[in-house]
C-alpha cells in the first residue's frame, strides 16, 4: 500500500515520549528491591547507573542501546561483585545522548 509498515505502526503505537525522563524509584525507601521507571524519546545507548553519595560507582543498571519508549530497571541492593551493600542514600542516573538525570534513593536495612 501507500504507507510503509513504519508509519501505521508509529500511528497506532502509544504515545511515544518527547524528552528523556527518570521517575523516582519505587518502593522507596527500599528493601531489597526498588524498580526505576525512565523513559526514552527516541533509539540509541542508555546508561542507567548506580552511585553511592561520594560518587563512586556502585553499579551498572542499563548499558545499551534501547529503543523509544518507557522502560523499567530493578535494582536488587548489590554492586557490580554482587556484593549487598550497605543501607543508605544511592544516587541513580540515566544518561543518554547529551543528557544527564539523577535521582536519590534510600536502601533501609
Not at 26 to 31: H, R
Not at 39 to 49: A, D, T
Request: net charge negative; no cysteine.
Amino acid at each position: 500500500g501507500v504507507f510503509s509498515s513504519g508509519t501505521v505502526h508509529v500511528m497506532n503505537a502509544p504515545a511515544v515520549p518527547e524528552e528523556y525522563s527518570l521517575g523516582q524509584n519505587y518502593p522507596n525507601p527500599f528493601n531489597p528491591n526498588t524498580m526505576i521507571s525512565f523513559s526514552v524519546p527516541f533509539e540509541g545507548h542508555v546508561m542507567l547507573n548506580v552511585y553511592d553519595i561520594t560518587g563512586r560507582l556502585v553499579t551498572t543498571l542499563v548499558d545499551g542501546q534501547l529503543g523509544s519508549g518507557h522502560h523499567e530497571a530493578s535494582w536488587d541492593g548489590r554492586d557490580m561483585f554482587n556484593s549487598s551493600v550497605s543501607a543508605g542514600l544511592y544516587i541513580y542516573s540515566l544518561q543518554a545522548e547529551g543528557v544527564s538525570l539523577t535521582r536519590k534513593m534510600v536502601l533501609m536495612k
